[in-house]
């Protein structure tokens, strides 16, 4: 079986969540705040939109580091020009995201930054906190039809004939003529509570090779 076949459109119930705010008010250095926040959290992946482009990037635990896209791209011309660096300034919202969590970091109308974690519920917290108890996950292919090897086991994607490019935090096995098959990102879609079938929630909870 793979990846992509074991998501079948089947509501859940064996992972309530809850939604919770998450405190900005030291959010100085963008990549010092999500690193912190990916250790507090035990996050794996980030996926970052910025002014300038789009940021990919995964929580190394053991050598306690962030690594992005625009650090994988170092030294490679072309990668950098679609790999911008992590900068408080130009960032519009971060997600930092692994199985059992999403922390979504966003500037609102004002200009301001907010941040929420949706997480898996445990024992500690009361029955009546929990906000969805039925979901169900959709796997998203990513965009690319080629692709080549970065550092940091990240792999750069390009889409033929629109000329996207992005890098992803993974190393994906290279075909004949740089072909490519990109990976899955999973989302997590909740349900409410009152019966009626619609989405009220979503998040990002994997990041998976296709095949």
Same mark, same amino acid.
């Given at each position: 079986?793979?990846?992509? /076949? ?28 999500? *690193?912190? %926040?990916?250790?507090? &959290? ?14 990919? !990037?995964? $929580?190394?635990?053991? /050598?306690? #580091?962030?690594?992005?896209? !625009? ?8 990668? %950098? ?13 971060? %997600?930092? =995201? ?10 609102? !109308? ?9 997480? @898996? ?13 039925? &979901? =169900? ?5 990513? $965009?690319?039809?080629? /692709? ?5 086991? =990240?792999?750069?994607? $390009? ?11 993974? *190393?994906?096995?290279?075909? *004949?003529?740089? *072909? ?5 990102? #999973?989302?997590?879609? &909740?349900?409410?509570? @009152? ?7 979503? %998040? ?8």
């Amino acid at each position: 079986m793979t990846p992509a /076949s074991k998501y079948r459109r089947e509501v859940k119930s064996d992972a309530p969540a809850v939604a919770v705010p998450v405190d900005t008010d030291d959010l100085i250095d963008a990549r010092v705040w999500l *690193k912190e %926040r990916a250790e507090a &959290y035990t996050l794996i992946w980030l996926l970052a939109h910025a002014d300038d482009g789009v940021i990919w !990037g995964k $929580w190394c635990k053991d /050598s306690q #580091i962030l690594l992005t896209s !625009g650090d994988a791209a170092s030294g490679d011309n072309e990668a %950098r020009e679609v790999c911008p660096p992590l900068r408080l300034d130009t960032l519009q919202q971060a %997600r930092l =995201f692994a199985p059992h969590a999403e922390l979504l970091l966003w500037r609102d !109308g004002d200009n301001a930054w907010r941040a929420n974690l949706i997480q @898996d519920a445990t024992s500690s917290v009361p029955q009546k906190a929990y906000e969805w108890t039925e &979901y =169900f996950d959709e796997p998203q292919m990513l $965009w690319g039809t080629h /692709s080549r090897h970065l550092h940091e086991h =990240f792999t750069m994607l $390009w889409e033929g004939a629109h000329g996207l490019r992005h890098a992803v935090p993974c *190393k994906l096995p290279l075909a *004949k003529d740089n *072909k490519a098959t990109p990976p899955l990102l #999973i989302v997590r879609h &909740y349900l409410p509570p @009152d019966g009626y079938a619609r989405v009220v929630a979503s %998040r990002l909870c994997g990041l998976e090779p296709c095949d």
